[in-house]
């Protein structure tokens, strides 16, 4: 099995069908990475479908494979690709690359003026991001609507976040602004999480380690990604 075994496209409304398994697979997989982010309903995700704000991915069986949406923030300014989620069975062989990068395409021709940007604990999504022109990002330079920050609530980590005046958390920021160019840091970065797998647990650990560590022991630390990047990479 390869990915030339699956189709990936833009969502339609009579995909709607496959709304309650996509959902019930989000929650699996929310699960299983110790993470309750954005829980949505069946009828959120049809939503997505009829407005053409989704892709959606099927194996040459006909069989779901995958799927990921478009939400706005900011009246428009900014863009998150979310819920991305692949079958378990069709896992690693590249179809959440494909989807994110169809969901990116689909983002940049709805709203090409919009920032695009995500939060993520997970090494194969930063991998995709930095591939795509995301580059790492404090806290500060994502949307401030309430509305987005809302939907951390149900995560596990939500204490920290608060702790920390929704400056940091166990996520890494990362944005793709259609302003600038891809930054150099963000291409070193997925070289260096291509040629040296191990540095990304390195840098959890240290970034957990900064995250949990008390306000008094701030000064002198790394306070961004970037500043922690340079210190580890």
Same mark, same amino acid.
């Given at each position: 099995m390869?990915?030339?075994d699956f189709i990936v496209q833009v969502a339609l409304p009579e995909h709607r069908v496959f709304a309650e398994e996509i959902c019930e697979e989000m929650a699996e997989s929310a699960k299983a990475r110790g993470t309750g982010i954005a829980k949505r309903s069946p009828e959120y995700v049809a939503?997505?479908?009829?407005?053409g704000k989704s892709v959606i991915a099927f194996h040459k069986d006909g069989s779901w494979a995958g799927f990921c949406y478009i939400e706005t923030w900011s009246h428009g300014q900014f863009?998150?690709?979310s819920g991305l989620v692949v079958s378990p069975k069709f896992r690693k062989v590249g179809l959440a690359h494909a989807i994110?990068?169809? /969901?990116?395409?689909?983002?940049r021709s709805k709203y090409p003026k919009a920032k695009i940007f995500g939060l993520t604990t997970g090494l194969?999504?930063?991998k995709i991001n930095s591939d795509l022109g995301y580059e790492p990002v404090t806290y500060s330079e994502l949307t401030q609507d309430e509305e987005f920050w809302k939907g951390c609530q149900s995560c596990v980590n939500f204490e920290i976040l608060k702790s920390k005046e929704r400056k940091n958390c166990m996520c890494t920021a990362m944005l793709y602004d259609p302003a600038t160019q891809k930054h150099d840091v963000a291409k070193k970065f997925s070289e260096e999480l291509e040629r040296k797998p191990k540095l990304y647990e390195r840098f959890m650990r /240290?970034?957990?380690r900064l995250v949990l560590r008390p306000k008094s022991d701030d000064e002198g630390k790394p306070k961004s990604f970037l500043q922690l990047f340079t210190h580890i990479f």
């Open positions: 390869n990915i030339n939503g997505k479908m009829a407005d863009v998150a690709n994110k990068e169809k /969901i990116f395409e689909l983002s194969a999504v930063m /240290i970034k957990q």
